[in-house]
């Protein structure tokens, strides 16, 4: 699942394809035969192009599948913290699983060193050896020039040796040029080489309409024309460059693509209608949205997420610690991350694993394992160059750069200037200043005011001289000015005078005409007290009419109080009718809870719920207790059932029943653990302890809890070294059943038959393969009838036929199909929130999905290995015991007709109850896992025996099959689940 809940998206995104995506790897089939090719005759090849064409998928899917395991050992290796140990490890590795080792601390050293791990490599596995070095240029990056020395020496001595060995060097193009400086020390190392391009416009419409049309991806969504989504998609992801011949050629790399479809994936999810699948369409395409855009603002969008966890911008400073100065992805381990952090001063708000696991989750970046020790890495050097472009790493370098100015600055003993202090302030938006540093400048800015005040006194001070002096000679030139100008004066003042004269008959003229209005003012005054005297009238007419009012209301009030006591009669009248309501209300509540009673106890959940909600809504004060308890029974059923997000939501509606105090249930469902097993154990034992009646779950308990495996090496069938291979038998007992509409005659594969008597057959057992196993978890007993018809009610599925002596919860299902059993492990992985197994095509199984940790049906070997009692390896002939009747329920004369309860008989060393008996079990072929075949396509392997049959056909080791389709009354299942969960 991704972090907002929905299923995980079907397209790749930014992973590379790996060998079991062959069935969706489209479009290189050309590259693939060519770069094939081109490794013939040749042991070594250079594969070289672009970011983002695709250069590992080429290698690790096509080119892969195109050798079967017998013609080629491929070790892939990265750099690490240095090539030449990286590639000692990897061989160390291989040659432990032989029981040889390796001294590795030649590797760095010894020229010869890689000469002499892979011929010893050969000898013990004896294929072609195909060394992978992916991601080549980071040798040129990261490594040393010492380092990048040993390694072209010993390249060399190993290309010219005559062991079987293929070496790939797999890079990006823009790093080749640097071949050239080292090829005196590995002569033609790039002489043969093979450099992938991008795919053009109209092959990239092609591989977009066989992606969106695949079986594989179309179970995910619905799609109405992939052919025209597929070319709108490639117009706007297409660009054009131009070619050697100057020609605008429109080219696409493949994680363009990829991007962009996880894009329209999200959108189609955001969209979609509950219990709908998404559905891709054009109108969900934006075409102002380039490759970067979408990569950018995913980045945006899962920064801002993290960030209100960790801190704002916190995740991409984390991430730009992982990218290089050339923009390229860097390798580091928790202990550099958290070295990085403190140099750089970023103040995380939760834990750094936490901060890891959230952004692997959300794909951006992976875990690798190298030098023996985990390491992460940006998931793709385009979400790498994004970081990059985002002034991250910049702002990174910025901030170390920072530090170490302030280190330097922070040990001076004198004052700074002006302009050592603008430096430092340059500095100030990428770290703050230090204590020391800080107190160093504001000493220096005080030092410099003290300075600048000192140099401002002084100039003020030469300023007032200048005034003074100034003045003195204006006060001379104006003395001189007035004598010259006094005779002036003199002349023109008669002229003057004779001017003031004329103005005062003017003003005089002027105060006559304001006289003038004066007057006409007075009498507009008298005018408007004759209009107001008028306007007092009219406002005592205005006040009689509202003392007329009043007794108008006067007379209403009455009316309303006379209306007022009609009206309480009434609503005594009314109160008596709510009563009566309410009394009936109670009545249906009551009824309600009856029904939900016996719905629950029908196993129809849906139905009780409903019943539960009109309880709520009719009688809660009544039914608080009953309902707490109704509501808790039915979230324990779905949890253990695996229906988490069912049991949760009724935990919740619990909580919000009015008048209980369970706040403190509340805050606990927001911490459930993520692990399916942990989740059961966990709100199982939540609903204990605020359910006060919880002792009465004990007519459910019975769920089989998930058994540890341990795995190891395993002989199918019969190892005649260790074990006695054959098993005689009555004859009396070879056929279970010899009449009625239950008869079959027992299909034994694998099984030899002998007479040595006329009462007995002599039976031998063949080897049928080794194994070696990988550990798992697989349920204590068969699944039950109750665990069957809880999945059933919940995806409104038709329950399988009742066998003719009835239906008992705690029987272990029977009259299921092969493919319902997958259905129903699908179903189980769902609820628990685990990748789904089975990829299926309505009711067509499709293929295993290889990288599934969800439930499944055990394989046959998982099977046997199990009823074996794992790496004990009892040589019993049934599972726990060579007495049958105390381990098994089969046909003898004390059993009767049917199944039995589960576990009621002894289990074996393992704690697994019923791996003999009861009821046979469906499973897969061994060889399943590895490839689909044709030959097991409509038939699947039964296991384990049943009630039906006797000593013979309970035998640990007997095989049956019958088609996938087929539904008996003797046959169930049990699930499975990867040790990793």
């Known amino acids: 699942m991704t972090s907002d809940g929905k299923k995980d998206s079907p397209f790749k995104f930014l992973d590379a394809y790996d060998k079991e995506d062959e069935r969706i790897f489209f479009g290189r089939n050309k590259e693939i035969k060519e770069l094939y090719d081109a490794l013939s005759g040749v042991k070594h090849l250079v594969v070289y192009g672009p970011t983002g064409v695709g250069k590992s998928s080429l290698i690790e899917c096509g080119l892969r599948n195109q050798f079967s395991d017998a013609d080629w050992m491929a070790v892939t290796i990265r750099k690490g913290n240095h090539i030449s140990k990286s590639f000692a490890l990897k061989m160390q590795e291989a040659l432990a699983a032989k029981g040889e080792e390796l001294d590795i601390s030649l590797s760095e050293t010894d020229t010869d060193f890689f000469k002499n791990s892979i011929e010893r490599l050969y000898k013990n596995y004896f294929k072609p050896i195909y060394l992978l070095f992916d991601q080549f240029e980071e040798i040129f990056v990261e490594g040393t020039e010492n380092e990048r020395k040993i390694f072209f020496e010993q390249l060399r001595i190993l290309i010219n040796h005559r062991i079987p060995c293929k070496i790939i060097l ?6 080749i040029g640097i071949f050239s400086k080292y090829e005196h020390l590995s002569p033609g ?17 092609s591989v977009t309409n066989k992606t969106l049309s695949s079986y594989e991806n179309r179970s995910f969504y619905d799609i109405e024309n992939p052919k025209a989504l597929s070319e709108k998609i490639v117009e706007i992801i297409s660009k054009p460059n131009l070619n050697k011949k100057g020609f605008e050629k429109e080219e696409v790399e493949l994680i363009h693509l990829q991007v962009f ?35 950018t603002e995913f980045l945006k969008r899962e920064n801002e997420t993290l960030g209100e966890e960790y801190g704002k911008n916190i995740p991409l400073l984390v991430l730009g610690l992982m990218v290089s100065e050339h923009k390229t992805k860097l390798q580091l381990s928790i202990s550099d991350l958290q070295k990085g952090i403190a140099a750089n001063d970023i103040e995380l708000q939760s834990k750094l694993e936490d901060l890891i696991r959230n952004l692997q989750d959300k794909k951006l970046i992976r875990s690798l394992n190298i030098d023996r020790d985990t390491k992460y890495e940006i998931s793709h050097d385009l979400l790498a160059e994004a970081v990059f472009e985002g002034n991250l790493s910049g702002e990174l370098i910025f901030r170390k750069k920072a530090l170490e100015t302030y280190k330097v600055y922070s040990n001076r003993t004198g004052y700074l200037d002006k302009n050592g202090i603008n430096h430092l302030k340059a500095f100030e938006k990428y770290a703050p200043f230090p204590k020391e540093l800080n107190t160093v400048i504001k000493r220096s800015l005080t030092h410099l005011k003290k300075q600048k005040d000192e140099k401002r006194r002084k100039a003020e001070a030469q300023k007032k001289t200048d005034r003074r002096r100034k003045w003195v000679y204006v006060i001379m030139g104006t003395l001189l000015l007035f ?24 003003v005089n003229t002027k105060l006559m005409d304001l006289q003038v209005q004066n007057v006409q003012l007075l009498a507009s005054e008298k005018q408007n007290n004759i209009i107001l005297a008028e306007k007092n009238d009219s406002l005592i007419n205005i006040q009689s009419a509202l003392e007329q009012n009043q007794n108008d209301l006067d007379s209403i009030n009455n009316i309303l109080k006379e209306q007022s006591i009609v009206l309480a009669a009434k609503n005594e009248e009314l ?38 909600e009109n309880v709520r809504k009719y009688g809660v004060s009544k039914y608080r ?28 509606r619990t909580a919000d029943i009015k008048g209980l105090n369970l706040q403190s249930l509340k805050t606990q469902l927001k911490t459930i653990p993520k692990n399916p097993l942990e989740k059961r154990k966990y709100l199982n034992a939540l609903i204990k302890k605020y359910c006060r009646n919880h002792t009465r779950f004990s007519f459910y308990k019975g769920f089989p809890k998930m058994v540890f495996v341990e795995g190891g090496p395993y002989t199918l069938g019969c190892d005649s070294l260790v074990s006695d291979c054959t098993f005689k038998v009555k004859r009396n007992n070879v056929r279970p059943v010899t009449s009625g509409p239950d008869f079959k005659t027992p299909d034994l594969e694998d099984v030899e038959f002998e007479e040595i008597g006329p009462d007995s057959i002599e039976i031998r057992f063949d080897n049928r393969g080794q194994y070696n196993l990988k550990s798992f978890y697989l349920s204590e007993a068969e699944t039950t009838w109750f665990q069957y018809l809880v999945y059933c009610d919940l995806v409104g599925k038709v329950n399988p036929r009742i066998p003719s002596w009835g239906l008992y919860e705690r029987h272990p299902v029977v009259n299921v199909s092969w493919i319902d059993a997958i259905r129903y492990c699908n179903w189980r992985s769902e609820q628990a929130g685990l990748t789904k197994a089975y990829i299926l095509m309505g009711n067509n199984f499709m293929s295993m999905n290889k990288k599934s940790n969800g439930f499944m049906l055990p394989n046959e070997v998982e099977w046997e290995y199990a009823a074996k009692e794992g790496q004990s390896q009892l040589n019993y002939k049934y599972s726990g015991s060579d007495d049958l009747l105390k381990v098994a329920v089969f046909r003898n004369v004390f059993s009767g007709r049917g199944t039995k309860k589960i576990m009621t008989k ?7 109850y019923d791996m003999t008996g009861n009821v046979q079990e469906w499973c897969h072929y061994s060889n399943e896992f590895n490839t689909f075949h044709v030959e097991t396509k409509y038939t699947k392997p039964i296991r384990g025996g049943s009630w039906k049959y006797g000593v013979l056909e309970n035998h640990i080791l007997i095989t049956k099959k019958n088609p996938r389709n087929s539904e008996t009354n003797d046959t169930g299942f049990r699930i499975l689940l990867p040790a990793s969960q």
Request: aromatic share 12%; proline share 1%.
């Open 170 to 175: 797999i890079m990006r193009d823009e790093f």
């Open 189 to 205: 190392i790039f002489q043969y080489r093979y450099r992938l391009g991008k795919m053009d416009k109209n092959h990239t419409v």
């Open 261 to 295: 479809l996880n894009e329209l994936w999200i959108k189609a999810n955001n969209v979609k209608k509950e219990n709908q699948k998404p559905k891709l369409d054009i109108s969900l395409i934006d075409e102002e949205k380039d490759f970067k855009s979408i990569l």
């Open 483 to 506: 004598a010259l100008s006094f005779a002036l004066f003199n002349e023109f003042r008669s002229k003057e005078l004779e001017a003031e004269r004329e103005e005062l008959n003017l």
């Open 575 to 612: 109160n008596g009718k709510v009563e009566t309501i309410s009394e009936q209300l109670f009545v249906i509540a009551d009824l309600n809870y009856k029904s939900a009673t016996k719905n629950i106890y029908d196993r129809q959940y849906k139905a009780a719920l409903e019943d539960l």
């Open 625 to 652: 207790d009953s309902l707490l308890f109704l509501y808790m029974k039915v979230a324990f059923i779905y949890n253990n059932a695996g229906a988490f997000k069912e049991s949760v939501k009724l935990l919740n």
């Open 906 to 912: 002894k289990p074996n060393s393992l704690q697994l």
